[in-house]
């Protein structure tokens, strides 16, 4: 099993440019999550996925954009980039234990 | 109500020595309490768990200590080493759909 994996690893964005963060598990995991984390901050939810075909928001959801058509995938739309966007993107999936796999991460700037 | 508060925001402890990091909590419909532990470039991972029907688990050199009278709860790193430097993040759940994390702890284990 890779678990969690996310593409790509780094990403630079001009201002106004849209693209999307890529997340798939191959751990039958109903749950994923996808969370942004700033320079020596935690981590901020901004969406989550209970199924497919379910989403919501998070704490954090303004200038994102997810969709859930499968268990496996949950990518994360950015259409309009922002310097406020530049972060370390992580996805996440948990299962009925409670416990959240984090995939490794993209680091993305905005300039 | 639905915060986890952390500290310190920064630990450094002697190699050997005793990592104290510590949460609080007010939600009193928390019933799982993860600890998660991330290294610089990677994801957070799970490290130890504990549910609010025992006051401490163990699991080799790291404790939890769980105050549910108190709504605190702390980890303990026994014989700290190089290799625990990291970034803790303390978490808590209802068993709903989300984890509410605490904002980190970054450890520094002099050698």
């Known amino acids: 099993n890779a678990g969690v994996t996310q593409t790509p690893k780094f990403r630079i964005l001009k201002i106004g440019q849209s693209m999307t963060l890529q997340c798939t598990q191959d751990?039958?995991?109903?749950?994923m999550y996808w969370y942004r984390q700033d320079p020596g901050m935690g981590l901020k939810l901004i969406y989550y996925?209970?199924?497919?075909?379910?989403?919501d928001k998070g704490e954090v959801p303004n200038g994102y954009n997810v969709s859930r058509s499968t268990t496996e995938d949950f990518p994360l739309r950015l259409e309009l980039a922002a310097p406020s966007q530049t972060s370390v993107y992580f996805c996440?999936?948990?299962?009925?234990?409670?416990?959240?796999?984090f995939g490794p991460g993209t680091r993305l700037t905005v300039l | 109500q639905q915060q986890v508060k952390q500290s310190p925001q920064s630990l450094i402890v002697q190699k050997g020595g005793i990592s104290i990091i510590n949460c609080a909590y007010e939600?009193?419909?928390?019933?799982?309490f993860p600890w998660y532990q991330q290294f610089p470039g990677k994801g957070p991972a799970l490290l130890i768990a504990?549910?609010?029907?025992?006051s401490e688990k163990k699991e080799g050199r790291f404790t939890i200590s769980f105050n549910k009278s108190a709504k605190q709860f702390s980890l303990h790193i026994m014989d700290s080493q190089p290799g625990d430097s990291a970034t803790y993040f303390c978490?808590?759940?209802?068993?709903?759909?989300?984890?509410?994390f605490g904002k980190g702890t970054r450890l520094h284990i002099l050698p």
């Open positions: 978490a808590a759940t209802a068993g709903d759909d989300k984890i509410i």
């Open positions: 504990i549910r609010p029907d025992v």
């Open positions: 751990m039958n995991h109903n749950y």
């Open positions: 939600n009193t419909a928390f019933d799982y």
């Open positions: 996440a999936g948990s299962g009925a234990e409670d416990t959240q796999y």
């Open positions: 996925s209970v199924g497919a075909g379910i989403t």
